[in-house]
Structures are given as C-alpha cells and as structure tokens.
C-alpha cells in the first residue's frame, strides 16, 4: 500500500520527466565548462604583460582566449585594482625608492646638424616607495625613468614653479603637474607599456597594484635651456648603484658648465677635444656625487674641502691631474685645449650650478 502512495502516477511522471529535463537543460548551460586556457596562450600573454599565471589565465579564460581582448581585459582589471590598492596604502610612508634622470640634449654644440636644437633639457625625479625590495624591482626602476622621461619631454618654462632665468637653472616642478602628464615611456625601452593618453598618475596606480606598494612622486626638477643663449652651457650626469641599466639609482648628480670662449664652436668638432671635455664634465658629476659637495666656491664658515673647487680631483684619471684641485684641472685644460691663452683669462670651462640628491635626503 505504502509503495502504492508513494510511486507517481504515469501522468505525474511524465510531467516530472518533462520538468526534469528542462532543469538539466538549463543547468547544463548555466554551469557550461569554461574555456580551457592552453598553455602557450598563457605563456604568450605574460610574455606582453608580466603577469602572474592566474591572472593571465583567468583574463583568457574570460575572453575565450583571444590576445587582443585578454590585453583589454587586463588593463581594465588593472585600472581597478589599481585605484583600490592605492587608496587602501596611501597612508603608507615612503622612505626608499630612486632618483631618476632624463637629458634628452646635453646643450650647445652637442649636434652638429643643427645648433640651435641642441640646448639643454633635462629632468629630475625622485620617485618613493616603502621597502627597498621595491626599489631594486625592474618595475619600479622603469617607472622612475618613464617619468624622468616625460618630465623632461613635456615640460614646458611655464610648467615650474620657479621662473626661468637667462642663465640655464634647476627649477623646481609641481609634482602635480607632473602626474597629470601623459606618461612617455623612455627611449630604452623594448615594450609597449601603457596605454595611449595614460596618465603619469595613472602609472603609478598600475605599479601599486602590481608591487602591493604605496609609490609617491616626492620631487622633481627641470632645467630647459633659452634657445637664444649664445654661451655654450653643458650637463652632465652621474649616478651611482644604477638599476637594471637604467638612469636611476639612490644617489646621483647632475652637473652644469659654462664655456664662454669664442673658439668652442670651432674646438668642440674636434675629436680629441670633445671626448675630453665629456670625460672632464662626468668626472665632476661623479666627484660631486663621492665628496660631500655644498658649494662650488668657499662659503663663510664652511669647510675648504666642502667647496667643489678646492677638492683634490681624484675621479678624474688623466695624466697631470693627481693631486691638483678641480679648478686647477679646469683652468690647465681650457689652455691646453685652447679656449683661453693663459689661466688668468675668463671663458674656459667653468661649473656653475649642481643637482644632487640622494633617496629621501637632503637636497645639496
């Protein structure tokens, strides 16, 4: 009798097959397998990304494995994650990162096609995040040259926050500005990095999300050159403990020279002289960045060795040179080379303005 109750009747049965089937159907199709990533798509997809494994398969998957629309995917999920991540560690401190620098022109002279295109432009960064761990990663290296880069590319006299004078000088840029900027990748790099009209801002939020890092712009500095100037200016750089092979480092320099003789144009395309004079400008970068260098000249109350001019030259490896001061070695070689006709006479080579910063120091 019990069994009689409980088994269903043909026409309850037949109504129960036929719902049945409709569930089945539509679970089927809710719970459809997703699509099985193969494994070279993934490769190839790091290979242009740099992402982690689950996340390359998880955008190819969402995307039934096309490339393109992955990219797509990821750059939006990135933008997210992004903007979240940065809001949750902006609070963070900032105490390690790199100095960044960009020359896109060294000044005039340095181009023999054209003189007048060949002034200065050159920029400065200081880019910060927590951990020095994050400071040696090859992510973070190339974001403190991009934005160098683009400080230098875009920057314009009115950008600054100090005016520009005659005579070339650092001046100093708002680091807002700066993140407004649309982000321009360096000239070493190998890869397309960002999209087109991808803020500087934008970047960094990009990088935190990847490193898991508050990053911050601290400083930057730029130094553009008056076209009009008819004196020779010059910079050079130097930094020292460079990552990745890229113009950033913990500490670097930056050096500006003078040269008001008449007979530069006609030296500087000779060979011999040009080499020279580039060897001279980097080993004072470099002496600025090895010394604790507070002025060019003596200042009251300051110690001799302190004033770049009274050190003894010892970056600079040329023959004469030992134990002679660094205004000597300038003034012995804008005779020799011929700029002037004795040591006495003004417009050899001469410094006349200094960058040096070290991570999260004092400005010198």
Known sequence: ????????????????????????????????EPFKVPV?????????TQVSVTKAREALSQTNGSIPDALTW???DLEATGKAK???????????GLIAHAILSQGRGFSQVDDNNSCIRAAA???????????????????AADVAHTAAFLMEEGDSVDDFFETPMFAKLSTQNVLELPIVQHPDSTEQKFQEGMTVSSAIRNTIAKVGENITLKRAR????????????????????????????????????RITSDRFKKLFY????????????????????GMQTLSILPKPGQNLEDALYNQEFFTLRASGTQGKTIQEVLRTWSLESGLIDSKEDKGGLEVVDFLKWTVDGSEE
Do not use: W
């Open 222 to 257: 730029v130094i553009i050159e008056d076209e009009n100037s008819n004196v020779a200016f010059h910079l050079n750089s130097y930094l020292h403990g460079q990552q990745h092979n890229l113009s950033a480092a913990p500490l670097g320099a930056l050096a500006l020279f």
């Open 86 to 96: 940065a809001a949750k560690v902006s609070g963070r401190a900032t105490k390690q």
């Open 74 to 76: 990821l750059e939006k």
């Open 125 to 143: 960064i200081e880019l910060s995040c927590e951990t020095d761990f994050v400071a040696r990663n090859k992510l973070f290296a190339e974001l």
């Open 270 to 289: 000779d060979e011999k002289f040009s080499t020279e004079l580039l060897e001279i400008e980097r080993a004072v970068a470099k002496q600025i960045v």
């Open 40 to 48: 070279k798509l993934i490769a190839e997809l790091r290979k242009q």
């Open 1 to 32: 009798m019990l069994r009689q109750i409980l088994r269903p009747s043909p026409l309850s049965r037949s109504l129960l097959c036929s719902r049945s089937s409709k569930f089945n159907n539509y679970t089927t199709s809710a719970s459809e």
